[in-house]
């Protein structure tokens, strides 16, 4: 699997999971296993996750890391991600959440399938 700390103009079509996959616990490794099923139809299956730069979510304050970000890698090749982006989140903060689904996902990362959790 490939690893990028920055975003990137893809040419092929692809199948994104989208989260923070702290812990790639059960719940993210299905949402991670739908992207990769993407390949069925052709497409490139890459996790987008945020780099929070040690910042903690809102909703998990207080709670530990559950992974290092090595064995947090280790975990999403393991699933069969092709590439994996690790975006620190600074870069996309400001983007609207349809500013971000147009330039990031659908331009730069061709996305034709985006698959993410519930949060």
Do not use: W, Y
């Not at 923070?20 to 490794?29: E, P």
């Not at 559950?66 to 947090?72: A, D, E, Q, V, Y």
């Amino acid at each position: 699997m490939k690893i990028e700390n920055k975003l990137l103009d893809l040419q092929e079509n692809t199948s994104v999971a989208l989260g923070v996959f702290d812990g790639v616990h059960i719940g993210h490794q299905a949402v991670i296993g739908e992207a990769v099923n993407g390949r069925e139809n052709g497409l490139v299956p890459v996790v987008f996750t945020f780099d929070l730069n040690h910042e903690r979510p809102a909703h998990k304050k207080g709670q530990e890391t559950l992974l290092t970000p090595r064995l947090k890698e280790q975990k999403i090749a393991e699933l069969g991600a092709e590439l994996m982006l690790n975006i620190p989140f600074e870069e996309v903060r400001t983007l609207s959440p349809e500013a971000f689904v147009e330039q990031i996902l659908f331009h730069r990362l061709r996305a034709k399938q985006v698959v993410c959790g519930f949060d």
